[in-house]
């Protein structure tokens, strides 16, 4: 199962919108082997009728009332972040 | 001393002392300890107008809160107005938050006043800060040493007493590490405890907020204040029906504890000079008149292959986000939106966030999804299962905080050995149970913690126990 190969990272760099260099992809495809690998230790588990926990406090649906809560924050502060904006808009570059 | 947090609000409500002298000291504090880079910023202007205000309302009589005029440390993945908040990662550098975290309003709201913001792994993501865009921390225990992460920054200034108290996140480990490498007390509430609104998200079903504080008395108290739960985040689980902090002295004993020992975490891959002061620890439980049990937990030790599936799974998603549009580092040299996206990612995540989100990915893509994500979510099943029948026996579990005590910068440049250094502590998080490090004393001038585990919800067990360490010591 830790076969990784060199197109495997590649393709999980560009899943994970990333832009690695040849050297990079080397790097990390020798670290995921080895992660991989101990990970491995799991394949040995006898999971057979078992559900998997995605959480532990066992709520379920918790609801609050669908009702516009001010949070005190402008949009003018909100934007403030934003790398480039416009006529309170972000701004972002051409898509092709 | 059973508090260092109390003496500083009894001062300032008593009119003994304002909190801007107690604000000042501690800013002075930082500034003589900028050497082991604890901090990434401080938050001086916010904290001397809050001091002022605090010191005004004394005056008025009026009723400022439990913690009146206590300085204390945020990690820097807690939205805070006044500084910026980077979790110490290139990509959020300069970042304002426009809103705070839940947990900084109630403590504001009972009168605490932060004074700067800790240094961590970039986003969390590791045992020893080496990880942080700005730097590492020193240990202030021995400054070739690594003060444990992700919350190195805050266990530091603790154990330097910048402040009093200093809050942490813990999805592995994050906090009981850090306090054991640096011999002061990690609390990590049950999963859900503690509102994690306005903190950065790492791993969101093991996420806990929590503290790092000289005493547990001290823990407690910062508890009482922060727990409860959150309209903002719907995670957060029923109270339980009374306060932690005691005020009693520590010289009264406790009712007898039946107390595992978990015997996987006592093996010969834990430092013989550790598992001997964690079993003097124990010893003491017994001569106290507790009674002291091996307990065999067979899927603790699959905890760290579940957690390096399941949390970067989560990591991967959680980081998502970072994409140069709305907040954060944008890559300037972009000139289409997709190379924003990676331009930005490529060039404002470090090595190990990049590590982290790649394996993520990995494990959820389709092929491998039921091999390696579901198979771990299944197998943290059987772990959770082993806890819960435990502690129908139990009433805490035992072991060390982490298999050694502190390792030198540089040590373990290699992932995996790093990720190994989360052994002892990733357990609870997966199952979502409370525990806490208490110094357990010290190899050659280096701490080492002793873990105590609760079962879910029940934070008292852990918290009574913890105090117990100190009444016994």
């Known amino acids: 199962m830790a076969d990784i190969s060199i197109d495997d990272v590649k393709k999980v760099a560009r899943l994970s919108g990333l832009q690695l260099s040849d050297a990079e992809l080397k790097k990390y495809k020798a670290q995921f082997a080895e992660i991989l690998g101990y990970i491995d230790r799991l394949e040995a588990v006898d999971t057979k009728d078992i559900e998997p926990t995605y959480q532990v406090t066992g709520l379920h649906n918790v609801m609050r009332d669908d009702e516009i809560i001010d949070y005190g924050v402008t949009q003018a502060e909100l934007l403030q972040n934003a790398p480039d904006t416009d006529g309170g808009q972000i701004k972002v570059k051409r898509v092709l | ?473």
Not at chain 2, 48 to 69: C, M, P, Q, S, Y
Not at chain 2, 75 to 86: R, S, V
Not at chain 2, 119 to 139: I, K, R, V, Y
């Open chain 2, 1 to 473: 001393m059973n508090s260092y947090i109390l003496p500083i609000a009894n001062a300032v409500k008593g009119g003994q002392k304002t909190a801007a002298a107690f604000v000042e000291e501690a800013l002075s504090r930082a500034e003589a300890a900028k050497e082991y880079n604890t901090l990434i910023s401080l938050t001086a202007e916010r904290a001397r107008a809050r001091a002022k205000e605090v010191d005004v309302a004394i005056k008025k009589g009026e009723d400022v809160g439990a913690l009146a005029g206590v300085p204390f440390i945020a990690k820097d993945n807690f939205l805070t107005f006044d500084g910026e908040t980077t979790a110490a990662s290139n990509i959020l550098k300069g970042f304002k938050a426009p809103y705070q975290g839940t947990v900084i309003e109630r403590l504001e709201a009972a009168g605490a006043i932060c004074i700067g913001k800790a240094n961590l792994d970039a986003f969390a993501h590791g045992s020893s800060t080496e990880n942080s865009d700005f730097g590492p921390t020193l240990n202030p225990r021995g400054k070739d040493y690594v003060p444990g992460g992700s919350s190195g920054g805050s266990a530091a200034s603790v154990a330097l007493d910048i402040a009093p108290f200093a809050l942490g996140t813990d999805t592995g480990g994050s906090i009981r590490l850090p306090a054991s490498y640096c011999g002061v007390v990690g609390y990590k509430p049950s999963y859900g405890r503690v509102s994690r609104f306005g903190v950065v998200a790492m791993a969101s079903s093991t996420d806990v907020v929590g503290t790092l504080t000289r005493t547990v008395e001290d823990a407690a108290v910062v508890l009482d204040i922060i727990a409860g739960r959150d309209e903002r985040d719907a995670t957060t689980i029923e109270p339980e029906p009374h306060s932690y902090a005691t005020g009693a002295s520590k010289k009264e004993p406790i009712a007898k504890r039946k107390i595992g020992v978990i015997k996987e975490f006592m093996s010969d891959h834990v430092e013989a000079e550790t598992r001997k002061l964690i079993e003097k620890k124990l010893d003491a439980f017994r001569q106290a008149g507790h009674t002291v049990e091996e307990v065999s937990l067979p899927a603790t030790e699959l905890s760290l292959a579940i957690y390096y599936v399941v949390v970067p799974a989560e990591v991967s998603s959680n980081l998502a986000r970072y994409d140069g549009v709305r907040y954060g580092f944008s890559d300037p040299a972009a000139t289409t939106l997709s190379e924003t996206y990676e331009g930005t990612r490529s060039n404002g995540f470090n090595d190990e966030n990049i590590r982290r989100v790649m394996i993520g990915n990995y494990v959820l893509s389709s092929g491998y999804y039921d091999a390696y994500y579901r198979r771990a979510q299944t197998a943290r099943t059987l772990l959770v299962e082993e806890f819960k029948k435990a502690y129908e026996t139990y009433d805490v579990l035992v072991g060390p905080s982490a298999p050694g005590t502190a390792f030198r910068f540089g040590e373990k440049s290699d992932p995996l050995t790093m990720y190994l250094t989360d052994v002892m502590t990733v357990s609870a998080s997966l199952a979502g149970l409370p525990a806490v490090s208490v110094p357990a004393g010290d190899v050659q001038g280096m701490p080492a913690g002793l873990q105590i585990i609760g079962a879910y919800g029940n934070d008292q067990a852990v918290l009574e126990l913890a105090r117990e360490t100190e009444r016994t010591a």
